[in-house]
């Protein structure tokens, strides 16, 4: 075997190798997009902590170095309205329920609290894609409302949406996909799930993916617990057409993460992550800290997405309370142990490559 038997996403993107990078918000920018890019998979770039001016200059910056295609992540919540009494309400709940930690690390009662928040796709944000018009827009949460992402599909990109159940394949399968990401709950980092928010009914990768391809007839893109060719390879014999990629390349070299989250990562476990709503209000995938083991892991108290990481926000900054890595959002998937320290397109490639040598050994 020389070649990718399933060439659908391969052709669908027109990359050389199935292995997507995961948008990784926080945790990557252009250089990993850059990388992954060149290597024949494909880079993806988180928007939802950037500005309209920070994604444009990324895009150049990726434009300048590759041709290559590459991917824009937006997110499609719904976003609170911090005015509104009833939020408000909640968030003076959430700083109340904070409040001996406030006092342990010695901060005074009145410490200005940040306002959390990520970047819904809206006019704004469809207007940068109308823009930039990259090869490929991927939507977490969902899709935005039909007339916007009939916007996105007139500038050419091809369109990815994450499901987390078979019920939210087919739903984005009606809704014109061009792809679909089963996200299994062994994922690191913010569950995708929009239709039920049940976090004990989650399925696993390897569960889900079969499902999922059964159900649909776009290709399927499995995610969650994948970080060596083992993995690439069983999710392709389960069906999927390729694979996304998000833990493992938090340990390479292009990773913006935190020196804290990079020695978290290095002493992972099988069993050392949660999935938790207490960093920004919305149920994601983390190492284990003392935060998530006092006030959740999953919390009713915690605000609704993303307004619950503001409070937590001056903990995060306290050495007292060592809240780099107490009171931080340590974002991992299952399979952290097996990540190792190197580059990203030198993962990507040894990925694909081990990925070929099991497949044959099959045969």
């Known amino acids: 075997m020389t070649t990718w038997k399933d060439r659908r996403i391969l052709d669908l993107l027109e990359i050389g190798l199935p292995i997507i990078q995961a948008p990784m918000a926080g945790a990557n920018g252009a ?7 060149q290597a024949g998979g494909l880079g993806s770039l988180p928007c939802a902590q950037l500005s309209p001016e920070q994604v444009r200059e990324a895009a150049r910056q990726i434009r300048e170095e590759t041709a290559a295609p590459f991917n824009l992540n937006v997110f499609c919540h719904a976003a609170p309205a911090p005015e509104d009494p009833a939020v408000k309400a909640r968030l003076a709940e959430w700083r109340r329920h904070l409040t001996p930690y406030y006092e342990e690390a010695g901060l005074p009662a009145d410490t200005p609290v940040p306002l959390s928040g990520r970047a819904p796709f809206d006019d704004a ?36 949406s994450s499901a987390t159940t078979v019920a939210e394949a087919r739903w984005l399968e009606a809704k014109g996909v061009d792809a679909i990401i089963a996200m299994g709950a062994e994922a690191g980092g913010h569950r995708a799930s929009f239709l039920q928010m049940d976090m004990s009914r989650q399925v696993g990768t390897f569960a889900l993916v079969p499902q999922i391809v059964d159900a649909v007839s ?3 893109i499995a995610a969650g617990g994948i970080s060596d060719g083992r993995g690439v390879a069983a999710a392709l014999v389960l069906g999927a057409s390729a694979v996304q ?23 992972a476990t099988d069993d050392g992550t949660q999935i938790t709503n207490i960093f920004t209000g919305r149920p994601a995938r ?34 007292a309370l060592n809240g780099a890595t107490e009171f931080s959002n340590l974002w991992a998937g299952q399979s952290a142990a097996l990540a190792n320290l190197t580059d990203a397109a030198s993962l990507t490639k040894a990925l694909a490559a081990d990925t070929i040598a099991r497949l044959n050994n099959m045969v």
Do not use: Q
Request: net charge neutral; charged share 20%.
């Open 218 to 220: 776009v290709p399927v």
């Open 31 to 37: 250089e990993m997009v850059i990388a992954v890019s």
């Open 245 to 267: 990629v998000g833990t493992a390349y938090l340990l390479t070299r292009e990773a913006t993460i935190s020196d804290a989250h990079r020695a978290a990562l290095m002493s």
């Open 125 to 160: 944000w469809c207007r940068v894609v109308e823009e930039i018009r990259p090869a490929v827009v991927s939507f977490h949460f969902g899709l935005p409302a039909p007339d916007l992402l009939a916007r996105v599909k007139a500038t050419g990109a091809k369109i990815l």
């Open 286 to 319: 983390g190492i284990n800290n003392r935060a998530m083991r006092e006030l959740g892991p999953l919390s009713d108290l915690a605000p609704d997405f993303p307004l619950a990481g503001g409070a937590l926000a001056p903990l995060k900054a306290s050495p």
